[in-house]
């Protein structure tokens, strides 16, 4: 493609599509599935150079999983995988809905990025300590945490343990191994490489896994974290996750133009791997290779999950103003659920049937646990935190002058 320029030769990328064009990935190279090589876990950086410009795939068109990074999981692992990912897309699109009724300001769905967060939970151990940005709440719901307690969260009501003090979908649960999202973009990635460093240094076998979006790798955090990385060989796994839009900006306003995400990885000596961000099988195979390398001692990974972000980026977004509305069904890696579904229908461990069956029961589950935490208050009814607790949880012992104004307010 050609380049826009100014009458000063300054070049501003551009998207291959606007608005009434229709949608073009042809740019994009896609490798078939199964056809990336698996190296040894303690293989040098230099060593794998390619591995950031190419793209490990698993599932191949037929449903089948091919080559050396097939995982061979059990089947019922893998329906585990399908179920926590129909989970949490149908929590994203009840809490869609709440919102457009007004019960919560604000929500951000995962649609099409469910294997990103999903298979990486699965790869991981439980008591492993994740630092997401704002679209993993796959890694809460693989692991099991309630959805009440999460849309509790989003609602700020009366049982939100956060107290009214973070943004809707700024989850936190130190029990989960779910650290708080942070509004400012990038900060997990520096948290993230600091607890890994921390862990080591106590000599814990934990290790921590990150995830940032392509647009925020432009913060300066991200390569602070990098640096730290490399130099401490932190026991951590640094995923990017390039859903090719940050908000209204395409990826090569943070520079996928020219390069990929992951060959970032490369000037800091730190092993770099593209993976199919919509293939369960393969995420949960590079994330567990990660995993072996950090826990054997040889430092940290970067990985590029490769998907798409197929709805807006927030209910405060219309994407149909800024890329064509052919965008999500043309992408060449298709959804991660009808994935994993078909290979699963290939194995003859699933079928049509079944998969309707569990997407009515999951939807049940959900607006149940709607009900429940509707009754404890939303943004327009119902029980709030006290405003007394604006006082809590700052210093272990409330310190005379907060006292003070706590009786001064009379609360």
Request: proline letters at 7%; a negative charge.
């Amino acid at each position: 493609m050609t380049y826009p320029r100014n009458d000063h030769g300054l070049h501003v990328p551009m998207p291959n599509a606007r608005p009434g064009d229709s949608a073009d990935f042809s740019h994009h190279a896609i490798p078939p599935a199964g056809s990336v090589r698996m190296p040894p876990v303690d293989v040098a950086p230099a060593d794998i150079h390619g591995h950031a410009f190419t793209l490990i795939r698993v599932l191949d068109e037929d449903g089948n999983a091919v080559g050396p990074w097939n995982p061979d999981l059990p089947v019922e692992t893998l329906r585990r995988g399908l179920h926590s990912m129909m989970l949490t897309r149908a929590y994203d699109a009840r809490m869609v809905r709440v919102q457009r009724q007004g019960k919560t300001s604000f929500y951000m769905k995962c649609t099409g990025e469910e294997a990103v967060a999903v298979a990486a939970a699965m790869a991981l151990d439980p008591g492993d300590m994740c630092f997401p940005t704002y679209r993993q709440q796959g890694l809460l719901v693989a692991r099991g945490w309630p959805l009440v307690d999460m849309m509790n969260q989003v609602y700020s009501n009366s049982r939100d343990r956060l107290k009214g003090r973070q943004m809707p979908v700024f989850y936190s649960s130190r029990e989960a191994g779910f650290f708080s999202i942070s509004g400012n973009l990038g900060t997990q990635y520096s948290q993230s490489v600091g607890w890994a460093m921390g862990a080591a240094a106590d000599g814990d076998p934990r290790i921590a896994a990150a995830w940032i979006g392509e647009g925020a790798t432009a913060e300066g955090d991200f390569h602070h974290a990098l640096t730290f990385a490399s130099v401490y060989q932190a026991p951590v796994i640094l995923n990017i996750v390039n859903n090719q839009w940050a908000i209204s900006s395409f990826s090569g306003i943070a520079g996928g133009e020219r390069t990929t995400f992951a060959a970032r990885g490369l000037a800091f000596g730190i092993p770099a791997l593209r993976v199919d961000g919509n293939d369960f099988l393969a995420v949960h195979a590079v994330t567990r290779w990660a995993a072996q390398r950090a826990r054997q001692g040889l430092g940290p990974t970067l990985i590029e999950l490769f998907t798409y972000r197929a709805e807006g980026h927030s209910t405060s977004d219309d994407p149909s103003k800024y890329r064509p509305g052919s965008e999500a069904a043309a992408w060449p890696l298709g959804d991660p659920i009808e994935r994993l579904k078909a290979h699963l229908i290939t194995l003859g461990a699933w079928t049509q049937a079944k998969h309707a069956d569990l997407a009515k029961a999951l939807d049940e589950e959900v607006r149940a646990a709607g009900k429940e935490s509707e009754s404890y208050g939303t943004l327009s009814n119902g029980d709030r935190p006290t405003p007394s607790t604006m006082f809590d949880d700052v210093y272990k012992d409330m310190p005379a002058h907060l006292v003070a104004q706590r009786a001064q307010a009379g609360l």
